[in-house]
């Protein structure tokens, strides 16, 4: 398979992990941008990077870059997704990948008119512990899904200047959080949900704070999701068949699942992958995907999570300055 030239752009936590992941394959980043350029040069003498661009627009003009990685802050992505697909590039973009479903159809129809690959990082689409347990659900061992129980609970200091409170920057924990349990709902249910209740509390700041959500689908599978960022809860997902339960904890980057089979009580362990490699297993399907190979990425699933959260927002009324 060809060697792709993947650029960062941003300069945080994620994009080190993916320099990390690069290097994990024997491989460096090609290029970084950001929009502090004393940080672009640091990160690149960090990890051995050649290329460091003096504006970010220079990424997008780059005829040699092949896919862009972008881990801005999520309001900063739609102006960039425009910039990159328009310029041909493949994408793959931090969660969540836009604001709402409005600018994610933009962005889709940018790519598709430019032939190009657009995928959300979302980490539960590539690990391996839920293709594993997509093949234990799909043999049948454990009957009809019946329910999920998701939580997510970070707790963060009450600074409303950082981004997980502030509105300018699209804080909140629907955007931030959500989306990973949300995804994780829409892994394993048979289709999208189509019933969706939920209740908020709002920061200071007037983003979400906390939330709950109820959902349904038309083949009446449930799930409830509790989030928050102010009230610490175990990464806990539980999803209950017929004839058993799993139970996945950290499963935003989860490694291991315990399956309790209902007649008996006996339990099995399935363990895939490693937690440490999960941008290594992210950047592996956006390539296998680019050439042509499989589509891994899951837009579709990306779609339909899109949707929810932007239906959940405007049934509470919620918006941000861009959305105004």
């Known amino acids: 398979m060809k060697t792709f030239n993947w650029a960062t752009l941003g300069c945080g936590v ?10 994990s394959r024997g491989q460096k980043l090609y290029s970084v941008a950001n ?12 990890y051995g990077i050649e290329k460091v661009y003096n504006s970010i627009d220079e990424l997008f003009e780059d005829e040699n870059v092949d896919i862009i990685y972008i881990s801005t802050p999520h309001n900063t992505h739609i102006s960039y997704l425009r910039k990159a697909l328009k310029a041909k590039k493949h994408v793959l973009c931090e ?13 889709i129809k940018l790519a598709n008119e430019n032939n190009v690959v657009l995928a959300e990082a979302m980490t539960i689409y ?4 839920y293709k594993a ?16 129980q998701m939580n997510f609970g970070s707790y963060k200091e009450y600074n409303m200047k950082n981004r997980f409170f502030n509105r300018n920057l699209a804080g909140g924990a629907m955007l931030d959080i959500g989306v990973y349990a949300l995804s994780f709902v829409r892994w394993f249910m048979t289709s999208c949900p189509n019933e ?47 004839k ?32 440490k490699n999960s941008l290594l297993y992210e950047v592996e399907d956006m390539e296998q995907t680019v050439a042509g190979n499989a589509d891994l990425m899951h837009l579709d699933f990306t779609r339909d999570v899109m949707k929810i959260m932007t239906d959940i927002r405007k049934e509470w009324g919620m918006t941000y300055p861009e959305e105004e």
């Open 244 to 275: 058993g339960y799993v139970e996945i904890f950290e499963y935003p980057r989860g490694q291991k699942a315990v399956i309790t089979y209902t007649d008996d009580g006996h339990t099995e362990t399935v363990s895939e992958g490693e937690t």
């Open 196 to 242: 969706v209740l939920s209740q908020v509390k709002y920061a200071q700041t007037g983003v979400d704070e906390q939330a709950s959500i109820l959902l349904k689908n038309k083949e009446e599978e449930m799930a409830s999701v509790i989030l928050s960022l102010h009230a610490k809860q175990p990464k806990r997902g539980t999803i209950a068949f017929d």
């Open 126 to 129: 590539h690990m391996p512990i």
């Open 133 to 148: 347990l997509n093949e234990k659900i799909q043999s049948g061992d454990l009957g009809e899904l019946r329910l999920l």
């Open 95 to 107: 969660k969540s990948i836009t604001l709402n479903s409005e600018e994610l159809e933009e962005a």
């Open 14 to 23: 994620i994009a080190n992990e993916l320099a990390q992941a690069m290097q």
């Open 35 to 46: 929009r502090t350029h004393e940080k672009a040069v640091a990160f690149a003498e960090k």
